[in-house]
């Protein structure tokens, strides 16, 4: 398989990353690979079919002009700070330009220990691998900016969880793997001279048009800021946003514990080690700011005047909610068809969401159906209900419908029929994986007879409440 690789990443300070190859498994098998980021990334699509390509996606073979290599990182996780991470279960392969011009790294998740993974066994097995595949195209289908996944495959192999469980390898696709956390590690060692090649590397990459670390800081604020306000408005919950999880490129990466809300209630939690709701929905434009307090911080040795640099990297930091609220009308304006929201327009949108919270309506299908019975069939305080829906009636604009009907989803992934096509993977039957990965990368497509089910809200029984790393 011939992958146009033109790596950046590898050139970088030797400190930043670790050479490491892959770890061969046994007998990979294609579960799934993406024929449309294939060819964005130069890779002939016909090449997805061979024999070879479940040995590259495997880590098996290395193609020619892959550097791979395994970065490190350090983060706060769920507050607490761990001077030492690293790609623990992933390898890097390299970098290629797409037919796009955007640079992007190719990364093998799944493929073995490199020396960041302490205990654990560099290994993933294949729900998460195929919860990550579903969820992130699925974003990416909703217009939210993601990492990607390029193709899925099965090991031959078995990993160890609380079970015995079928090894996968999933390979990502993202703008670039670095994290706030990578800032932290160099930041936290006073290693200036890999502080500074980051930085020059981000600003070149990511953030062209940035003079230094200071523009950096507003425009990273300005996309994270952005991209928490699209989750909001699909009901997504990240999960686990630590300061490791929170790529620099503005992207969603890490989709261990996350989720999309079913039946709305704004402090859902999902992921079963998130004991106390850090990461709760309505806590992450907070948790998103404290992020950005983090990334500031990692940024000051840079600045050479310390105590005008604290003052002016607070002053962005606490940017970062006037951003968001503006990103969030924005978006909420939408769902709601307003043409140009304003200021004023916030408790109508509000107002919604608190009689959804106190009915537990669904999220995704109150939304897509606004204006139908369907959607007033969700609330119990149906007069609540229609009062509101006379007050939205005099302020949705004329063209309401065209507008709703680009910002609310038929489709979201939902977790219990996630959790359902993991367990027909387990035994082999991959034919459920393919069907819902076609209805969720087409969410905003009118339902058909074959889609309808996955817009269906689950029943209490069905409902899955419990998300788990499983990594
Ligand atoms: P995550 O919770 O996915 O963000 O991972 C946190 C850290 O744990 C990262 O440094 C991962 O590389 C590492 N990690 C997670 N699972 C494994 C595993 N199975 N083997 C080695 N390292 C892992
Ligand atoms: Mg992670």
Redesign the pocket.
């Known amino acids: 398989m011939r992958i146009p690789f033109d790596n950046s990443y590898a050139k970088l300070p030797s400190q930043m990353f670790t050479p490491q190859l892959p770890t061969p498994v046994k007998a990979p098998q294609i579960i799934a690979t993406n024929t449309e980021l294939a060819t964005l990334l130069g890779i002939d699509p016909a090449e997805l079919a061979s024999a070879d390509a479940a040995q590259v996606f495997a880590g098996n073979h290395i193609p020619d002009g892959a550097a791979p290599l395994a970065q490190v990182?350090a983060g706060h996780?769920f507050g607490n700070w761990n001077p030492q991470?690293?790609?623990?279960?992933?390898v890097l392969l390299g970098e290629v330009v797409g037919s796009d011009g955007i640079r992007r790294d190719i990364q093998l998740k799944g493929a073995g220990?490199t020396p960041?993974?302490?205990s654990?066994?560099?290994?993933?097995w294949l729900g998460p691998v195929m919860r990550e595949y579903l969820v992130s195209e699925a974003m990416h289908a909703l217009g939210v900016p993601t990492t990607r996944a390029l193709a899925a495959v099965t090991t031959g192999e078995r990993v160890l969880r609380e079970e015995i469980l079928p090894g996968a390898v999933i390979t990502r696709v993202a703008r670039s793997h670095i994290r706030v956390g990578t800032f932290q590690f160099f930041a936290s060692r006073g290693d200036m001279a890999a502080l500074a090649a980051l930085t020059d590397h981000v600003i070149a990459r990511h953030y062209p048009d940035a003079t230094g670390p200071a523009e950096l800081l507003d425009q990273v604020i300005a996309r994270y800021a952005a991209l928490i306000a699209k989750w909001m408005g699909l009901g997504f919950i990240h999960g686990?946003m630590?300061t490791?999880?929170v790529a620099i490129a503005g992207e969603t990466i890490?989709y261990?514990p996350c989720a999309f809300i079913d039946d709305f209630h704004p402090d859902s939690v999902f992921s079963a080690i998130d004991q106390y709701g850090r990461y709760a929905y309505s806590n992450q434009p907070g948790i998103g700011a404290w992020n950005m307090a983090q990334f500031a911080t990692a940024l000051i040795p840079l600045m050479p005047d310390r105590d005008a640099a604290i003052e002016a990297f607070t002053a962005a930091v606490h940017r970062f909610p006037v951003i968001y609220d503006a990103e969030w009308l924005k978006v909420f304006g939408a769902k709601l068809g307003i043409a140009e929201p304003v200021d004023d327009d916030r408790a109508l949108i509000t107002d919604l969401l608190d009689l959804m919270a106190k009915d537990g309506a669904d999220f995704s299908n109150t939304f897509a159906h606004l204006g139908t019975d369907t959607a007033r069939d969700q609330f119990l305080d149906r007069a609540g209900f229609d009062a509101w829906a006379m007050r939205w009636n005099l302020r949705k604009a004329a063209n309401a419908a065209e507008i709703m009907g680009k910002a609310n989803p038929q489709i979201i992934p939902r977790n219990h029929q996630i959790e359902a096509v993991i367990a027909a993977g387990r035994t082999g039957d991959m034919a459920p994986f393919h069907t819902l990965l076609a209805a969720v990368t087409a969410p905003y497509a009118p339902l058909t007879e074959a889609t309808a089910p996955f817009a269906r809200a689950p029943s209490k029984g069905e409902a899955v409440t419990r998300t788990f790393?499983g990594?």
């Open positions: 990182y996780q991470l690293g790609d623990g279960r992933a220990p960041y993974s302490r654990g066994d560099g290994r993933a686990v630590n490791d999880n890490d261990g790393c990594t």
